[in-house]
Nanobody, 124 residues
Framework: QVQLVESGGGLVQAGGSLRLSCAASGLTFNTYALGWFRQAPGMEREFIGAISFRLTKTYLTDFAKGRFAISGDNAKNTAYLQMNDLKPEDTAVYYC?????????????????WGQGTQVTVSS
């Protein structure tokens, strides 16, 4: 009964900030990683970054560096995606996903569990 619930999305003007949350349940403590992905209309899902609770390490893909940051609260089994200086091209559905390896892979096929997604819309 693994569950992932994203929250924190919404409508924001360009230049604004949002913090997304991913609350995980049903996963064994300190064994997994939570990845953040996004999918814009008509586009394939794109890896943003991940936090490995197993390795106590975060990862960010290049496009996210400088504006986005990933953090987590181990006690709450929650990952966060802080997004600053948002741009219209950031508009997408944002997903979190969990693997059972705890490594924070880029490949979405390696994530076994997915949340429902939360919409982020950035207006110009």
């Amino acid at each position: 009964q693994v569950q992932l619930v994203e929250s924190g999305g919404g409508l924001v003007q360009a230049g604004g900030s949002l913090r997304l949350s991913c609350a995980a349940s049903g996963l064994t403590f300190n064994t997994y990683a939570l990845g953040w992905f996004r999918q814009a209309p008509g586009m394939e899902r794109e890896f943003i970054g991940a936090i490995s609770f197993r390795l106590t390490k975060t990862y960010l893909t290049d496009f996210a560096k400088g504006r986005f940051a990933i953090s987590g609260d181990n006690a709450k089994n929650t990952a966060y995606l802080q997004m600053n200086d948002l741009k219209p091209e950031d508009t997408a559905v944002y997903y979190c996903a969990a693997d059972n390896y705890g490594l924070g892979y880029r490949d979405e096929d390696l994530y076994l569990y997915w949340g429902q997604g939360t919409q982020v819309t950035v207006s110009s």
